[in-house]
């Protein structure tokens, strides 16, 4: 394994110890697991972390086959816990089940298990699924047998091929037969979610919360507290209508008020709207109904599947008075004062941490106030963090990022030094004329 580590980087230093004592413990293994270190602050290593896709640190890599095979470690962090996770990293992908008690050993009805049966340990089938183990094995327990009567739960008369997957939820087990390795990977991946995904303050169940926003399916999350007498209801109206939508890209998590606050940051919505539904698509599109009741869920779901719910914006109220030389912006004004006013429009979008915000902050005053009497031009922000962007035109990958809208549509992103003179300039060469302002260069 090697761990990709910056020397200034705290968690490292937490790790390094850790890290070295599983080092030490790991080499006398039969056969021995290499734990190798590597510091990316070093310009002689930066192409490697480079090559292996490092983002943080510390990052820990797993690698096989002379590297051919690469593996996201997702293990503990502490020497013991590092040890194991290593251990059976080092051996088979899946191992065989010779017993019932080789099975109730694997499976106990705490995690998922994937187990292959097969009438005999050859052929294109065992190949793709031993393929399919080796690919998954960081994240599932995988397992092959000659004998479904070892299995706990299922048909046991079955002689394969078959893929018996068993759960801790939902229907406990679920069997497929097509042994392409994608359908087989997706089955693991979809049959190893929950009907509903439950978010709470249970750490058992956050790997599958996860899951759920990592999912490329378009996500139902409905937030009520779960403690209130009658929820029941409500909860067994969700999962009915869960069950209704199942396969069809569409999936469905259950969050308790208490565990939900950042949630709730995050969409803008207020713990006087729950019980509430929103539906996100993969474009970043929100669909919400506030206040719903049980009998509303089926038909909010059904009205979203056929494109009948308009998108819901998170936006700050709209400001009272917006007197000061930079127009604040919020989601509910964005159309108007950005697309409709007439204007060029020059937009930042910050964050109220931001410091480069900050420091932007009265020189963006300086640029509003030497348009202040040019009826043609806006000067305006808009807090990324607070209110969702209007439009596909604006892409906001960082604090702050500017763009300029000329009144006939040009869309523009300032990319220039930080300064008025730089930011008036680029306005005078991006801005759409009046026929006033053109009459008067002609007479010059």
Known sequence: MHCFEYFRCGHCKNLAPEYEKAASILSKHDPPVILAKVDANEEANKYLANEYEVRGYPTLRILRNGGKNVQEYKGPREADGIVEYLKKQSGPASAELKSAEDASNLIDGKKIVVVGVFPKFSGEEFENYMALAEK???????????????????????????VRLFKPFD??????????????????????????????KDPSNHPFVIKFYNSPNAKAMLFANLSVEGIDSLTSKYREVAEQYKGQGIGFLLGDLEASQAAFQYFGVQESQVPLIIIQNNDGKKYLKPNLLANDIAPFVKDYKEGKVPPYLKSEPIPEENKEPVKVVVADTFEDMVFKSGKNVLLEFYAPWCGHCKKLAPILDEVAVHYEKDDNVLIAKLDATANDIVGENFD?????????????????????????????????????KTAQQESAKDEL
């Open 171 to 200: 229907e406990l087990f679920v069997d497929f037969e097509d042994f392409n390795v994608e359908a087989l990977e997706k089955f693991v991946a979809e049959s190893s979610m929950p009907l509903v995904t439950l978010f709470n």
């Open 396 to 432: 906001v990958r960082g604090y702050p990022t500017i763009y300029f809208r000329s009144t006939s549509g040009n869309i523009t992103p300032y990319e220039g030094n930080r300064t008025k003179e730089d930011i008036v300039n680029f306005i005078e060469k991006n801005r759409d």
């Open 136 to 162: 998954l094995r960081s994240d599932y327990e995988f397992s092959h047998t000659l004998d479904a009567k070892h299995l706990p739960r299922g048909e046991s008369s079955v002689t394969g091929p078959v």
